[in-house]
C-alpha cells in the first residue's frame, strides 16, 4: 500500500472507516427498508452512505444533493465504492434527489440509524482505541446536555414542544445528546433522546430531565458492562439522578450551582472552613488553579462529595464546583476538575457548535416529517464521528492540521476530490485490503 501522505482523501476516508469500524457496511445494507420492493428505485444503504457522506461534506440542505453531488463523476465514484462493499448488488448509476432520500427516511425506524452509530463506537471500544482517555484510567467520560435543534413559529408537528413568552408562542424539538467527550478533542455521539410531546396540547410537557431518564435506558443497553462516567450540568443536581447512577454503576461528576442544592452547598461551605489541610494549588504558565474539596456530604439519605476549581489568569477568574461519588483527595482532585467535570464543555463546542456552526447544519429542518427529521439529525452523528476520527486519527492528522488548517476546509477538499476525480478501484481494493495502524494522539 502506498504511504499515507500518497493517499487521497476518498481512499483515506474509506480506509478510516474500514479500520475503526469494519462491521459499518455490512450493518447498513441490514437496515429494514419499509418502501415497496417494486417501486425501489435506488437501494436504502445507497441512500443512506451518500446521506453520511452528506454531512461529511457539508451539503446544508436536501435540495443541494442533487446539486452538488450529482456530478458525473461523484456518482461514477459512489458506484465503483459500493461494487467494491456490495459486489452482489446493484446500484442505480444515477443521483437521486433529495425528496426520495426524504422520502425513504420517512419510514426507517430511527433506533435502526441510531444503532449504526452504537456500532461505531462499540467497534472504538473494543478495539481499546479510546483506552488511554478514561478517566482514573477507568471510566470513559461520557458528557449529557441538551440543546435546541429545529425552531418554528408556527407549529410543526402534533410533537412539538411549546413556549409561551410575551404572548408569543414558539414551537420547537430540542434534542439530548450523550457524547463520549476525550481530552484530544474528540466528541462522539453514543446515544440520543428526542424530548416530545405524545399528543397536541398535553399539559405536562416532555423535557430534557424526562429525556434523559429514558437516555439512561437506553445507554445502559447499549453499553451495558462498559464503565462510564456521566458528566451533567446543574439540571442533573438531583437525588434521583445520583440513585440512577449509583444503579447502573455508573461514576457522574454533576456541575453544582449555588441555589440549585442549597443544603449541600451550606455544609460544603461549612466544612470547608474546618479542614483548610483540603487544598490543592496548581501553578502553570499565566494560570493558578485552587482545589478545594469535601467528602461526606450530607445528600439526602446518602452522602456525596464536593469539590471545586477557582482558576486565576490575567483575564480573570473561574470558579466551578462538583457534586461528584468519586472519593476526592490531594492525588485525584486536579484528575477530577481537568479531565473530568471541565470535559462536559466539550460536548457544547466540539458537539453542539461544531454541529451548529460548522456547515453540518444542525439547526436546518432537512424534512417536514418527524420521523425523517431524526433520521437525518441520526445521520449527521455518524457523518461527524467519521470526520473526526479523520481529523484526530494519524493516517490524516498532519495533513489536515498543517496544509488544510480546519475540518472545513478539509470537507471542502474531500468534496472537489469525490465530485472531480475518479477513483481508482484496484488501487481502493489494495488499499483497503492492507492492515494498517491509525493511532489517536494522547491530547
Known amino acids: 500500500m502506498t504511504s499515507a501522505e500518497e493517499l487521497t482523501l476518498p481512499e483515506a476516508l474509506f480506509k478510516t472507516i474500514d479500520h475503526f469500524a469494519p462491521g459499518f457496511w455490512a450493518a447498513l445494507a441490514e437496515v429494514k427498508d419499509p418502501r415497496n420492493p417494486l ?9 443512506l452512505l451518500v446521506a453520511v457522506l452528506m454531512s461529511m461534506v457539508k451539503v446544508d440542505s436536501r435540495r443541494n444533493i442533487k ?13 465503483a465504492i459500493l461494487k467494491r462493499l456490495y459486489p452482489k448488488n446493484v446500484f442505480a448509476e ?15 425506524d430511527p433506533r435502526e440509524i441510531r444503532g449504526l452509530c452504537t456500532l461505531v463506537i462499540r467497534s472504538l471500544l473494543r478495539k481499546r482505541c479510546l483506552d488511554d482517555f478514561r478517566l482514573k484510567g477507568l471510566y470513559y467520560p461520557v458528557a449529557v446536555d441538551g440543546t435546541g435543534a429545529l425552531v418554528f413559529r408556527d407549529k410543526h ?7 409561551t413568552s410575551n404572548g408569543q408562542t414558539i414551537y420547537y424539538h430540542p434534542v439530548v445528546e450523550a457524547k463520549l467527550v476525550l481530552r484530544n478533542g474528540l466528541a462522539l455521539s453514543v446515544g440520543t433522546e428526542f424530548p416530545e410531546n405524545e399528543y397536541p396540547d398535553v399539559k405536562k410537557q416532555d423535557c430534557e430531565l424526562k429525556a434523559f431518564y429514558r437516555l439512561a435506558k437506553t445507554l445502559k443497553k447499549d453499553f ?8 451533567l450540568d446543574g439540571l442533573f443536581a438531583c437525588a434521583p439522578v445520583v440513585k440512577l447512577c449509583e444503579h447502573n454503576r455508573w461514576a457522574y461528576i454533576i456541575t453544582l450551582k ?6 449541600v452547598f451550606q455544609d460544603y461551605e461549612a466544612l470547608l472552613m474546618l479542614t483548610p489541610e483540603n487544598v490543592r494549588v496548581v501553578e502553570c504558565k499565566g494560570c493558578r488553579r485552587t482545589y478545594r474539596w ?11 462529595n464536593v469539590f471545586e476549581c477557582l482558576e486565576e489568569t490575567a483575564e480573570g ?4 464546583v462538583w457534586l461528584t461519588g468519586f472519593r476526592v483527595d490531594d492525588k485525584n482532585v486536579e484528575e477530577l476538575s481537568e479531565r473530568g467535570g471541565r470535559q462536559r464543555w466539550k460536548i457544547e463546542n466540539e458537539g453542539f457548535n461544531a454541529q451548529k456552526n460548522g456547515g453540518y447544519g444542525l439547526e436546518h429542518a432537512f424534512s417536514e416529517n418527524n420521523v425523517a427529521l431524526k433520521n437525518f439529525y441520526l445521520l449527521m452523528q455518524i457523518g461527524h464521528i467519521f470526520n473526526q476520527l479523520m481529523e484526530k486519527g494519524s493516517l490524516l492528522r498532519e495533513r489536515i492540521r498543517v496544509t488544510m488548517g480546519s475540518l472545513k476546509v478539509f470537507s471542502q477538499r474531500l468534496w472537489a476530490v469525490m465530485t472531480e476525480t475518479v477513483i481508482d478501484e484496484a488501487r481502493l481494493l489494495a488499499i483497503l485490503e492492507t492492515r494498517i495502524q491509525i493511532r489517536f494522539e494522547a491530547g
Not at 408537528?157 to 413556549?163: E, T, V, W, Y
Not at 451495558?224 to 458528566?231: A, F, I, K, S, Y
Not at 449555588?258 to 443544603?263: F, I, K, V
Not at 469535601?294 to 456525596?304: L, P, Q, Y
Open 294 to 304: 469535601i467528602n461526606d456530604v450530607d445528600f439526602g439519605d446518602r452522602t456525596a
Open 39 to 47: 417501486r425501489i428505485g435506488y437501494p436504502l444503504h445507497q441512500e
Open 224 to 231: 451495558p458492562q462498559t464503565r462510564l462516567c456521566l458528566l
Open 317 to 320: 477568574t473561574k470558579h466551578f
Open 67 to 79: 446539486y452538488k453531488l450529482g456530478t458525473p463523476i461523484f456518482v461514477a465514484n459512489m458506484l
Open 157 to 163: 408537528c402534533d410533537h412539538c414542544l411549546r413556549k
Open 94 to 108: 444515477t443521483m437521486f434527489h433529495g425528496d426520495t432520500l426524504n422520502y425513504a427516511l420517512k419510514g426507517v
Open 258 to 263: 449555588e441555589g440549585s442544592l442549597p443544603a
